[in-house]
T-cell receptor, first 115, second 112 residues
């Protein structure tokens, strides 16, 4: 399978714990995006990388959230001191900057449940 | 800023019925417009797109026309099938923003 893969697919944690999600994009894709989707809503942009550089962060990304893409390949999204409001599906997507068409390839998402 | 407004769901139709899901947008510049679909248990996938005014995107029997004058990109299908049951998201992309902005999604249920 050469699509975008995310791990874990589902994480249940207690309030106050830290969680980390991993995304492996399509291998030749140099852009990587993180979105958050809550029930009944569309995906909301969190941040994106071009290669290893984080080029934009949404206001939704509080200081408890940090994302990295250290070698320009896989990315991690860490949430510290989780809150119940962080419960959502976290989506990763990748694309080619050369295309810059808006066609993003999405993974199946990592669902976070904070108890 | 950029925004997308979709008709609320769920939309419930009988098989072979005509489908329209309305989408309007607000954007600076000249966006590209998209419909993404999310089937149960699967990730978002691109359904169709249009990159400039009056373009028509089409795929799997679905169509949408980029209407700049009405800032709309309505999704249509002449005859829906049970397998079309999914959540449909309208989205826009601007080269300056480098990211997709999504609507809230419209759930479609097709019954026999």
């Amino acid at each position: 399978d050469t699509g975008v893969s995310q791990d874990p697919r589902h994480k249940i944690t207690k309030r106050g714990q830290n969680v980390t999600f991993r995304c492996d994009p399509i291998s030749e894709h140099n852009r990587l995006y993180w979105y958050r989707q809550t029930l009944g809503q569309g995906p909301e942009f969190l941040t994106y990388f071009q290669n290893e550089a984080q080029l934009e962060k949404s206001r939704l990304l509080s200081d408890r959230f940090s994302a990295e893409r250290p070698k320009g390949s896989f990315s991690t999204l860490e949430i510290q001191r989780t809150e119940q409001g962080d419960s959502a599906m976290y989506l990763c997507a990748s694309s080619l900057v050369q295309a810059n068409t808006g066609e993003l390839f999405f993974g199946e998402g990592s669902r976070l449940t904070v108890l | 800023g950029n925004s997308v407004t979709q008709m609320e769901g769920p939309v419930t139709l009988s098989e072979e019925a005509f489908l329209t899901i309305n989408c309007t947008y607000t954007a600076t510049g000249y966006p590209s417009l998209f419909w993404y679909v999310q089937y149960p248990g699967e990730g978002l996938q691109l359904l169709l797109k249009a990159t400039k005014a009056d373009d028509k995107g089409s795929n799997k029997g679905f169509e949408a026309t980029y209407r700049k004058e009405t800032t709309s990109f309505h999704l249509e299908k002449g005859s829906v099938q049970v397998s079309d049951s999914a959540v449909y998201f309208c989205a826009l992309f601007t080269g300056g923003g480098n990211k997709l902005t999504f609507g809230t999604g419209t759930q479609l249920k097709v019954e026999l």
